[in-house]
């Protein structure tokens, strides 16, 4: 089997995603939060739904302020007030005013607001000393959104601002993709789950946190995380029970070439057929893609740390949010230059852990597949294409942001 771009990669296992809405859903506006719109969604009303003041003043028919001065100010009479909730009915008499707090709608005959600090009020007589101009602080009704405005199109990933805007709407409810259901599992004999006793020879593991925060942070829970033992056999068997009814299988270690690496006999023992092993970049270039005849996916990424990170955020991000149902899920590249240098020479493509700023890209330390900790601080991956010559500081680079 040839390695394969990262790109043929991801369009490889992309071939196989079955549904990308995946089922639909009706969920509430509050937990729609990073979930992934199924519908494209109209404006139903105009918003702000009527006009209305943007402060707290006096509101009155502007032509009657015409020629106000410090000597000679337009006097009105007060006819009245209205708040934010209520509504003034019926009509302000041209050359008469109301008091009008925030938010409160700016009834027939009013076509201007002044700013409660900058008259005089006298019991019921307003002195003003300066013109308005008609829709002096007026807030249009539609202003914000008009009824009908495409506000959010399927495929788009719901933040914080557009859930708003969709409450300001009325929706409770809305549709959203089902979101896949994902089976997580660590291999190896070596490891042992945090807060439990270390043995001599063993580690603990951290790849499950890793891949199970990542998921989280794209609002996919895994319903079953464990580790497997580097026994093929207990493992195919493990796994086959626990992928039942899962979309997407995703595991990490053992799939390299050393004698513990069972993951190419898992696959074969699950009944799956194998779509690529080997990827041309590193780290992680022996992740393996997987696929079973009912069309669930598998991805086995490498066990070491960094590794499990870059091919989890460079191929199984993508998948997954096409699985999400999410429009055209692109990586975000920018062009920045090197901060320092990276003194080793790239045969192959490689992405190495940086950190972006207005620019420029600062590389930590310690760039090892196996170590994570330097890779803390850092917001992405650098590109370097296959046959790079090592690179000097200044140079422009192509990064991947995360
Ligand atoms: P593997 O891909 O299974 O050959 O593992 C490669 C390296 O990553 C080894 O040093 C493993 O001990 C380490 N490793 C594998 N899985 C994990 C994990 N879940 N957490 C931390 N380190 C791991
Ligand atoms: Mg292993």
């Known amino acids: 089997m040839q390695d394969i771009s990262l790109e043929r990669a991801i369009a490889a296992l992309s071939e196989h995603i079955q549904s990308p809405e995946n089922g639909i859903e009706r969920i509430s506006l509050l937990s729609a939060r990073g979930r992934i719109l199924a519908e494209d969604i109209y ?22 302020t015409k020629g106000a001065s410090t000597e000679r100010p337009v006097v009105m ?19 008469k005013a109301l008091r009008i707090m925030t938010g409160a709608p700016i009834p027939e005959g009013c076509d201007a607001v002044v700013r409660q600090e900058s008259v005089r009020a006298e019991g019921s007589k307003l002195y003003l000393d300066v013109p308005l101009r008609p829709f002096e602080n007026y807030c249009y009704r539609g202003e914000d959104v008009k009824k009908g405005t495409l506000l959010a199109s399927k495929g788009t990933k719901l933040d914080p ?11 409770r409810a809305i549709p959203v993709c089902r979101t896949p259901r994902i089976l997580l599992a660590s291999t190896g004999d070596e490891l042992v789950t945090p807060g ?36 093929a056999a207990l493992a195919a068997k493990l796994l086959r029970e626990d992928a039942q009814g899962m979309d997407l299988i995703l595991t990490t270690g053992g799939v390299s070439v050393g ?48 590794a499990a990170f870059a091919t989890f955020e460079l191929l199984a991000r993508p998948i997954l949010q096409q699985m999400a149902g999410m429009r055209e899920p692109k990586l975000l590249r920018k062009k920045a230059v090197l901060a320092a240098p990276f003194l080793k020479e790239s045969p192959g493509r490689r992405f190495i852990r940086a950190r972006y700023e207005d620019g420029y890209v600062v590389l930590p330390k310690q760039h090892a597949s196996g170590a994570l900790f330097s890779a803390v601080t850092c917001n992405a991956f ?18 991947v942001l995360f």
């Open 77 to 95: 009479e007060i006819v009245g007030e209205v708040c934010a909730g209520d509504y003034f009915s019926g009509n302000v008499p041209f050359g």
């Open 43 to 64: 404006a139903a009303l105009d918003n702000p739904p009527f006009n209305r003041s943007p402060l707290d003043g006096y509101t009155f028919a502007a032509a009657a």
């Open 259 to 306: 004698k513990k690496d069972i993951m190419h006999s898992v696959w074969k023992r699950m009944g799956a057929s194998r779509i690529f092993w080997r990827i041309l970049m590193k780290p992680g270039a022996p992740v393996l893609g997987y696929i079973f005849p009912d069309g669930r996916i598998g991805i086995a990424l490498s066990g070491n740390p960094f």
């Open 161 to 171: 601002a557009c859930i708003a805007v969709l409450a300001g709407q009325g929706f």
């Open 382 to 399: 650098i590109d370097i294409p296959a046959g790079s010559p090592k690179l000097e500081s200044g140079r422009e680079v192509e990064v």
């Open 196 to 231: 439990e006793e270390r043995p001599k020879g063993k580690i603990y593991n951290s790849n499950l946190y890793l891949l199970a925060s990542l998921l989280d942070e794209m609002r996919m829970t895994p319903k079953q995380m464990r580790n497997l033992p580097d026994d």
